[in-house]
């Protein structure tokens, strides 16, 4: 590598670092410092040179003044763009979390998440507090199935109320949706032009499963909107979903993958194919910024090839680290940016050496094609863990065993979209990507389902590494490797891979129309409640892993307390109930009832109701009895039973702030509002199942979506782990 191609990627890395120095800390202190350590450093080399000892230092000294520029600059820039962002009454509505009427366009596919759809909007006005302003910043439209309606480009006005997002954040806030988006302006020819295709090429797939009706717009232009929650928890948990979200990770593996297929010794045609599919890539999504930065991504891989200098594409895509910040200094702390240029990098400057080192195990087709997404895989492992604890072994060999189609479904489901007007040619290639598209869902099913799937994120890098190491050993040293292969083989042997069991600090458990919560608390787990008996309280104890040391029983109706002898049996030797209600229980062998009333703590667990003893002669009367608890796990967790409206306006007055929320008697219409509000819980969960008293309520749900998410034990056991829940 040159002079100059070091000093490009130099300065590079200087602007990335100044940029996220400026978003969180303000430029003044990055030039003070900039200008502090250049000044520092140029002096100290003129006193060298001029006692003779400095004359090699020549070659640095351009490289110190292009890195001070850099840093220079981008604090400058970033400051610009900084400056602009705060003009206008928007930021200071956002600390003031105020409720707006925004105007702007639509950025972003809609994204489902849980009980959620995230829209991006640029915002063009803001009016709130009897102003109107022009709006510099996005804006992230959190909503519910209203916004799935949105279309790129579209301008549209909504009412919201705006949070504060973290500093250095892409957008300037979450804007929760109060009320239905009203279109303003239609969106653009382009994508006008994409929605009439997509809703075209969706026609052709309606008798496709859902889950390949969702991954076929989802591979063509990253609209995943309508893949069923369960398949994509599929995609994640063995590292396909960026086969749905065009980044620069995903541009560069398809790019990387089509040269592979088509063979780097017909560079012409090579680059050709891969250049068309990513053209068309960028047409059909309407060049939205994401896609943009993407492409560029996806040309410095294609430059390295034509080039015939892997090496040569590092100073291009340190170019393209700079025009992408220098237009959007946010993309800085992105993790999207930071995983498009980490696998570009990586894809560029180790994909020969993996290739070679894995082709006498592999064969040469077989490593052309695992080189890729383990390169990618292990370049992007150590951030992806910052997202997330864990990670599958099978990821590769799933990225590896959908390669051969990616390409080509993508192609085709590129071509049904453009095609899809045109009779018989638009069918049949939407029928020929969805069955590409139907080999991913069916890969990541499998293989999701998998022992490996969930493991710690450090152990899946240690095994490619251990997969590498062993690669090189063979082509180097034959020997050697059999005997490390026998050892791990024979360790191996004496313990199966580990099973996934998700980190959690609590645990709502499907357990059908009934309620039943896990959370641990001082190195003790408590279970409050078991749904009734048979509906799934076995299966949610299996999933998470968990032994109950203490059993709290809120009442003892049967949709709360009809698996008590199955957690009896399973080893725990202490149950709470509340006052009076201990003579009601079978009597259990070595098992120690405790009651408990309202002003207790036992083990640092509140007890806010029932305060004495009640004979009761109804079932509404016994709710009204139910247990109210409210814990600390880092943040407060508040399980109220089957609590009434008369317990729950009487509650309403004391002190019961929490930031989780188990909404009282599986989200019956009896809910007070006034207890909801001083809950002002950020995430309300809704146990309920199949039934016929028409839980949860609408009003209910309204009622506590009013103050933050809402999410539901319908689709299947919550692990909520705390810093996830904000």
Not at 284 to 290: F, I, L
Request: proline residues 5%.
């Amino acid at each position: 590598m040159s002079h100059g191609d070091l000093r490009i990627l130099l300065a590079a890395g200087a602007w990335w670092i100044a940029t996220i120095g400026s978003l969180l800390l303000g430029a003044g202190p990055i030039i003070t410092i900039a200008v502090t350590i250049g000044g520092t450093l140029f002096c100290t080399y003129l006193v060298r040179r001029h006692f003779g000892r400095g004359k090699q230092i020549k070659y640095w000294t351009p490289t110190l003044l292009v890195i001070v520029a850099a840093v220079l600059l981008a604090s400058g820039v970033t400051a610009a763009h900084d400056y602009q962002a705060k003009q206008g009454t928007l930021p200071s509505l956002i600390q003031a979390k105020a409720v707006v009427t925004v105007r702007g366009t639509v950025e972003s596919y809609p994204n489902p998440a849980r009980d959620k759809v995230l829209v991006t909007m640029s915002v063009d006005e803001v009016e709130g507090r009897g102003e109107i302003s022009t709006g510099y910043s996005t804006v992230m439209l959190v909503g519910k199935e209203s916004l799935r309606e949105l279309n790129l480009q579209e301008t549209v006005s909504v009412l919201v109320r705006l949070e504060p997002t973290d500093r250095g954040s892409q957008t300037a806030a979450w804007a929760t949706v109060l009320a239905e988006p009203v279109l303003l302006k239609e969106a653009g020819p382009v994508s006008r032009w994409i929605a009439m295709r997509a809703d075209a090429m969706m026609r052709h797939l309606s008798g496709e499963l859902p889950q390949v009706r969702g991954l076929v717009p989802g591979l063509a232009i990253g609209d995943d909107s309508e893949i069923p929650e369960i398949h994509g928890d599929a995609l994640a948990a063995v590292n396909l979903t960026h086969l749905t979200a065009v980044s620069g990770a995903h541009v560069s593996m398809i790019c990387s993958i089509v040269l592979n297929l088509i063979g780097r010794k017909h560079r012409f045609l090579a680059v050709l194919g891969a250049a068309g599919v990513l053209g068309a890539l960028i047409l059909a999504t309407g060049a939205q910024p994401s896609v943009m930065r993407a492409g560029v991504m996806g040309v410095v891989v294609l430059a390295g090839v034509w080039m015939r200098r892997p090496s040569s594409a590092l100073p291009a895509l340190g170019v393209s680290i700079v025009v992408l910040l220098a237009t959007d200094p946010y993309l800085a702390l992105a993790y999207g940016f930071i995983l498009s240029v980490v696998s570009t990098a990586a894809i560029i400057t180790w994909t020969r050496q993996v290739t070679a080192l894995l082709a006498p195990v592999f064969t040469v087709p077989g490593a052309n094609l695992l080189a890729v997404p383990i390169v990618a895989h292990l370049a992007c492992a150590p951030i992806i863990l910052m997202l997330s604890d864990t990670a599958s072994l099978w990821s590769a060999l799933a990225n590896a065993l959908v390669a051969p189609v990616v390409p080509a479904g993508t192609v085709f489901a590129l071509a049904a979209l453009i095609c899809a007007p045109f009779p018989l040619l638009g069918p049949f290639l939407a029928w020929l990507a969805a069955r590409c598209v139907s080999w991913i869902d069916i890969v990541a099913g499998e293989l999701a389902s998998w022992p490996g799937s969930g493991l710690p994120g450090e152990l899946v890098i240690l095994i490619y590494l251990i997969v590498l190491l062993l690669a090189w050993l063979l082509t180097y040293h034959r020997r050697t490797a059999y005997v490390v292969a026998t050892a791990g083989l024979g360790a191996m042997s004496m313990r199966f891979l580990p099973s996934s069991t998700p980190d959690w600090d609590i645990v709502a458990c499907d357990v059908g129309q009934g309620a039943a919560t896990l959370f641990r608390h001082r190195e003790t787990t408590y279970l409050v409640d078991t749904g009734m008996k048979g509906e799934g309280l076995e299966d949610c104890l299996e999933a998470s892993g968990a032994r109950v040391d203490i059993l709290i029983l809120t009442h003892l109706h049967d949709d709360h307390a009809g698996e008590a002898d199955l957690v009896i049996a399973s080893g725990t030797r202490e149950v709470w109930v509340g006052p009076g209600i201990g003579s009601q229980l079978p009597r259990w062998d070595d098992v120690h009832v405790r009651e408990v009333k309202a002003g207790e703590s036992p083990d640092g667990i509140e007890i806010l109701w029932p305060e004495r003893e009640r004979n009761c002669t109804s079932s509404s009367c016994e709710n009204d009895q139910s247990l109210v608890v409210r814990v600390d796990l880092g943040q407060t967790l508040l399980i109220p039973g089957d609590i009434e409206l008369m317990t729950q306006s009487r509650l309403a007055r004391a002190d019961i702030a929490s930031d989780i929320v188990l909404v009282p008697h599986h989200g019956s219409p009896a809910q007070d509002p006034e207890f909801a509000r001083a809950l002002g819980a950020h995430l309300a969960i809704l146990s309920y199942g199949e039934n016929s008293y028409g839980h949860p309520a609408p009003a209910t749900i309204d009622l506590y979506a009013t103050y933050g998410e809402i999410r539901t034990t319908e689709g299947g056991h919550i692990f909520l782990k705390i810093d996830d829940t904000k």
